[in-house]
């Protein structure tokens, strides 16, 4: 195989799409992000994207079928503008694989006549988080204003270690390139997959770009998470080992 391999699966007419891209990252946001508007919208897979920098292993489908680890671009009608959507479940595992995979696709989004492009993903707090603000970072001044006005803030040299892996990459990559790049980061505890973070970056997405979709399954998905944070405070909450209460119990 080559160190790129990209099999298309079908040539869609757009009209002047915006790339989107949400592989796996912190708390899984831009992933659940892409995957429900792949999901929700109608979509098309475009191509899969094959790297002998992906991880060496397949995934095995219901039907025992195997199929080997890759991205997917998929073509997708919002109503709104037209998407390429890049997701999947891996990244690169290594340094120089983040650039052949983020400029194969950076190629991709080229080839189809897009100008704009978001690298979706989360930014860690550290702890449980109540209100998931959207931190943005663009690879031009300008853009800066609109994305304001959709809810996106802006801090000073945060998040603090930068951004890593394929959403850096295509906004550093893509800015190079003359595409008009941001990357929209829901705030997250770093510690759980969080569809609530999910939602606030597809707030903003959709209010970037002009669509609205369901979103009742990323609701059913945070429902779930919140009865997983609301253990982990009881048990926070909870008496520790040896206090006070448990010695009643010893001798």
């Known amino acids: 195989m080559d160190e790129i391999d990209i099999a298309w699966e079908s040539e869609p007419e757009l009209d002047d799409p915006v790339f989107v891209e949400g592989l796996p990252g912190v708390g899984h946001v831009g ?7 792949v999901e929700e919208a109608d979509s098309e897979l475009v191509a899969r994207v094959h790297s002998e920098h992906f991880p060496p292993q397949v995934t095995v489908g219901d039907d025992s079928v195997a199929e080997l680890a890759n991205a997917e671009i998929h073509a997708v009608d919002t109503a709104g503008r037209d998407l390429l959507v890049l997701t999947g479940n891996h990244q690169a595992q290594d340094n120089v694989g983040h650039y052949r995979v983020t400029e194969a696709v950076l190629d991709v989004a080229e080839e189809f006549g897009a100008s704009e492009l978001y690298a979706l993903g989360g930014v860690p707090t550290g702890e449980l988080v109540e209100e998931h603000d959207v931190i943005g970072a663009v690879s031009d001044e ?25 959403s850096g990459l295509l906004l550093g990559l893509g800015g190079r390139r003359g595409f008009d790049a941001a990357c929209l980061m829901g705030e997250t505890s770093g510690y759980l997959v969080d569809p609530k973070a999910a939602k606030a970056v597809l707030a903003v997405l959709e209010e ?22 609301s253990r982990l405070r009881e048990m926070e909450d909870g008496p520790s080992p040896g206090g006070e209460e448990d010695l009643r119990y010893i001798g």
Do not use: C, T
Not at 31 to 37: D, Q
């Open 208 to 229: 970037m770009l002009g669509f609205d979709l369901d979103e009742e399954a990323l609701d059913d998905r945070a429902d779930e998470m919140e009865e997983v944070v």
């Open 31 to 37: 992933k659940l992000v892409a995957e429900h508007v």
């Open 142 to 166: 300008d853009l800066k204003e609109r994305l304001e006005d959709a809810g996106v803030e802006f801090r000073s040299e945060e998040p603090a270690g930068g951004i890593v892996g394929s």
